[in-house]
């Protein structure tokens, strides 16, 4: 495992990490959830992920229990919530990024979790209802409590982010320092042309997610939707089409057969492939059993295999 910089901080984040959507509490109970940190982190993971609306707010109590469990020493691990859509019904404490929610929102968090700090905190979306400069203040007013060491921001338009850069830079306020973006072989555009100047002109680090977009870039939905699949659980059913589509299945068999000749798994090869982009500082895994981390994390010996004439071949895939 290697540990990149998160963009100009000077954290430095596994090359891969673990996230709780879907799965925790969901697929994943406390007993579950401890086996997989434990085998991402004898993988070398240091970066575990989650948010407050994740099984609403029980992904954190699952996470946090097994933190506790686990008892591993607070500094050699880091940990993320994001805010955003809020627990409640209430005017004022959904769909924002106001600074009343925001600051009962990491108290929430850390109750859950049972931890007093988090490391990483993200806006989960962007909130277009309140300025920036009250969302950029709050944050940097949490930072400041010590109730988080970073912030970012979660699929911010390029523009909203530099707002946030300048407001903060313009006062002298904690900067957000990274994006959690979506970023896999079907989802590319955002990554790689529009926040090409984020990287370029300010060095943001990325936290990306859905590697495998959701488990098709397994191959496992080549033949329809598995039981037990993501694809089959209830509340989910706004993925299938995607999971389905005939147009990316092809893409997916092609990719396998580019997979099986480098003797990887195809879950490997798309992992393996977001890693060789260095605007990538982690890319968080996401998986219902630990048999899936297992391999996901063996993606790293795919890296060196992936050769100029490899990429071209999954380019010209992709296409
Ligand atoms: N910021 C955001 O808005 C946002 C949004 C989404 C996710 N995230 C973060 O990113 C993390 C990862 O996203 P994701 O879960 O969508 O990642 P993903 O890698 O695209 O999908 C993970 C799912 O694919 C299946 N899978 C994983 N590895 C497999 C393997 N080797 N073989 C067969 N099936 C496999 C599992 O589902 P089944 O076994 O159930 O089929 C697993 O839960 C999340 O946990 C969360 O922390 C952030």
């Known amino acids: ?46 970066f ?4 407050e609306v994740y099984a609403k707010g029980k992904s954190e109590e699952v996470m946090g229990a097994a933190l506790k469990k686990l008892g591993w020493r607070r500094g ?17 404490e959904k769909d924002t990024l106001n600074r009343k929610y925001l600051m009962e929102a990491i108290d929430g968090s850390l109750q859950r979790f049972g931890l007093d700090h988090l490391d990483l905190i ?19 007013n949490i930072i400041e409590s010590g109730k988080a060491i970073y912030w970012g921001t979660s699929e911010w338009s ?40 984020l990287f370029r002109d300010y060095g943001y680090g990325t936290t990306t997610w859905s590697p495998l977009a959701s488990g098709l870039l397994t191959g496992k939905y080549n033949d329809g939707i598995p ?24 893409k997916v068999k092609q990719l396998s057969t580019v997979a099986g000749d480098l003797g990887a798994s195809t879950a490997q090869l798309a992992i393996a492939w977001l890693l060789k982009n260095t605007n990538v500082s982690t890319v968080i895994t996401g998986a219902s059993r630990v048999e899936q981390v297992k391999e996901n994390m063996k ?10 004439d490899v990429m071209e071949t999954i380019e010209k895939i992709l296409e």
């Not at 575990?48 to 948010?51: K, L, R, T, W």
């Not at 320092?177 to 989802?187: A, D, K, L, S, V």
Request: aromatic fraction near 10%; charged fraction near 25%; glycine fraction near 6%.
């Open 227 to 250: 039981d037990g699949s993501r694809g089959s659980l209830k509340g989910y059913e706004w993925l299938r089409e995607q999971l389905t589509d005939p147009k990316l299945i092809k």
């Open 299 to 308: 993606a790293l010996d795919v890296v060196p295999k992936l050769t100029d």
């Open 158 to 197: 390029a523009q909203e982010i530099v707002a946030a850069i300048e407001i903060a830079e313009r006062h002298h306020l904690h900067k957000p320092m990274m994006e959690q973006p979506q970023y896999n072989m079907f989802h590319r555009q955002v990554f790689e042309v529009e926040y090409a100047r």
């Open 76 to 92: 050699s691990y880091l940990v993320s919530s994001k805010f955003y859509w809020g627990m409640h019904e209430g005017i004022n």
């Open 48 to 51: 575990f992920d989650n948010a």
């Open 1 to 46: 495992m290697e540990y990149r910089y998160l963009g100009r901080s000077g954290i430095r984040v596994s090359e891969l990490s673990l996230g709780s959507w879907v799965t925790f509490h969901k697929q994943v109970d406390v007993d579950h959830a401890v086996e997989m940190m434990s085998a991402a982190r004898d993988a070398g993971v240091n």
């Open 122 to 140: 993200f806006c989960h979306r962007p909130d277009p209802h309140t300025p920036i400069e009250e969302t950029v203040w709050a944050m940097h």
